[in-house]
C-alpha cells in the first residue's frame, strides 16, 4: 500500500464551489472524478461527443499524471452521456485512448449535466501497481 491519501485540484470553478478533489490518491488506487471537456469557462468540442470524449479523458489522464500514472494504469472507467446516439462516437474516443489497457467501463445516459453544451462527463480510476505511462 502506498502513503497517505492526497487530493489535487484542477482548474474547474466546480471543485470550489462544491468543496471537492479532482483526483484523490488513497493506498494503492487513484479515483478521478467527474471530468467535463471544459477547461476555465471553454468547452472542447462543443457539439461534438468524440471531441469532447477525448478532451474530458485528457483532462482525467492529467489528473492522473499529478500521481506519476498514465493511461496504463487505467483499472475502470464510467462514460456518462446526454444521448445514447453519441455512444458510438464516445466509444471510439475510449477504445484509441484505452484499447490496449481494456479497463473496465460503464456507460450510463444521463438527464445532463451543470453545463448543458456539455454531451460527455468521464471517471477514471488507477491502480498504483499497474504498469504507468
Given at each position: 500500500?502506498?502513503?497517505?491519501?492526497?487530493?489535487?485540484?484542477?482548474?474547474?470553478?466546480?471543485?470550489?464551489?462544491?468543496?471537492?478533489?479532482?483526483?484523490?490518491?488513497?493506498?494503492?488506487?487513484?479515483?478521478?472524478?467527474?471530468?467535463?471537456?471544459?477547461?476555465?469557462?471553454?468547452?472542447?468540442?462543443?457539439?461534438?461527443?468524440?471531441?469532447?470524449?477525448?478532451?474530458?479523458?485528457?483532462?482525467?489522464?492529467?489528473?492522473?499524471?499529478?500521481?506519476?500514472?498514465?493511461?496504463?494504469?487505467?483499472?475502470?472507467?464510467?462514460i456518462y452521456l446526454t444521448h445514447l446516439r453519441d455512444v458510438d462516437a464516445?466509444?471510439r474516443a475510449h477504445k484509441e485512448l484505452f484499447g490496449a489497457v481494456r479497463?473496465?467501463?460503464?456507460?450510463?445516459?444521463?438527464?445532463?449535466?451543470?453545463?448543458?453544451?456539455?454531451?460527455?462527463?468521464?471517471?477514471?480510476?488507477?491502480?498504483?501497481?499497474?504498469?504507468?505511462?
Amino acid at each position: 500500500m502506498t502513503g497517505a491519501v492526497r487530493r489535487t485540484q484542477s482548474d474547474d470553478p466546480w471543485e470550489e464551489t462544491t468543496g471537492s478533489a479532482r483526483a484523490v490518491a488513497a493506498g494503492d488506487l487513484v479515483l478521478v472524478g467527474g471530468t467535463m471537456p471544459v477547461t476555465g469557462t471553454v468547452l472542447q468540442g462543443e457539439g461534438d461527443p468524440y471531441e469532447q470524449a477525448r478532451a474530458a479523458f485528457g483532462k482525467a489522464l492529467a489528473a492522473l499524471d499529478e500521481f506519476g500514472l498514465g493511461a496504463g494504469s487505467v483499472i475502470r472507467t464510467r462514460i456518462y452521456l446526454t444521448h445514447l446516439r453519441d455512444v458510438d462516437a464516445v466509444a471510439r474516443a475510449h477504445k484509441e485512448l484505452f484499447g490496449a489497457v481494456r479497463p473496465v467501463t460503464t456507460t450510463v445516459v444521463v438527464s445532463g449535466f451543470v453545463d448543458s453544451r456539455v454531451l460527455v462527463e468521464v471517471e477514471v480510476e488507477a491502480y498504483r501497481g499497474a504498469t504507468t505511462r
